[in-house]
């Protein structure tokens, strides 16, 4: 493409939105990557801090009462970026959704079929709901470790980190969904940022 411009990049997206014939450029395809993820994940870390933030009431300053409220607080951070993370699973989704058949015709300028573009949809809402699960299990081991901790506090910063270990060690291990998912997407971006035939092939000319 010799007009690289993200006023080009949205249009030539926007028109293919449904339209996967074709080839498309290294800049064409990740300047609409841009348009398309930059607002998403905007919108995800606005949604997540909005959650949160109510938490953030339940940590009183210096009286007694101040160690479990501070624990609640967590607690409620923990739940709410559980939720958030199942906001950010249904936005990404959404992204790769909508970049579906630029990502058909990137990879038809690398000489691919475009039905490999199915993947990412399938790998974004493994690794995303992977993720979401993780958090979950997390939060819902937060109570019992924050009991424990109160009947034998640390000293020291090392009570903490113990902490942590034990709520990561209460999940339900691996998820090989979500790994897989992750490695396609790897894989995806590996493929997706090599330069496309230089010449025609079976997809058609290059990009202009």
């Given at each position: 493409m010799t007009d690289i411009s993200i006023g080009r990049a949205a249009r030539r997206g926007?028109?293919?939105?449904f339209d996967a014939r074709g080839r498309d450029d290294r800049a064409q395809f990740w300047f609409f990557?841009?348009?398309i993820f930059g607002p998403l994940t905007i919108v995800q870390m606005v949604i997540q801090t909005v959650m949160a933030w109510p938490s953030f009431g339940a940590s009183p300053a210096g009286d007694a009462g101040a160690v479990p409220a501070n624990f609640a607080m967590v607690e409620g951070q923990f739940r709410a970026?559980?939720?958030a993370a199942y906001v950010a699973a249904g936005l990404y989704l959404l992204g790769s959704l909508l970049l579906l058949t630029a990502t058909a015709r990137r990879l038809h300028?690398?000489?691919?079929a475009g039905w490999w573009a199915v993947m990412l949809p399938l790998a974004t809402f493994a690794t995303?709901?992977?993720q979401a699960r993780r958090m979950t299990e997390i939060a819902e081991q937060a109570p019992r470790a924050f009991a424990e901790f109160e009947k034998n506090?640390?000293?020291d910063f090392s009570g903490l980190w113990d902490l942590q270990v034990k709520m990561q060690a209460g999940t339900s291990g691996p998820d090989w969904t979500a790994i897989l998912g992750g490695l396609v997407i790897l894989w995806l971006v590996v493929e997706l940022a090599r330069a496309g035939a230089a010449g025609p092939n079976r997809f058609g000319p290059p990009p202009e």
């Open positions: 926007l028109a293919g939105l990557l841009h348009l970026m559980a939720t300028d690398r000489g691919r995303g709901q992977g506090p640390s000293p």
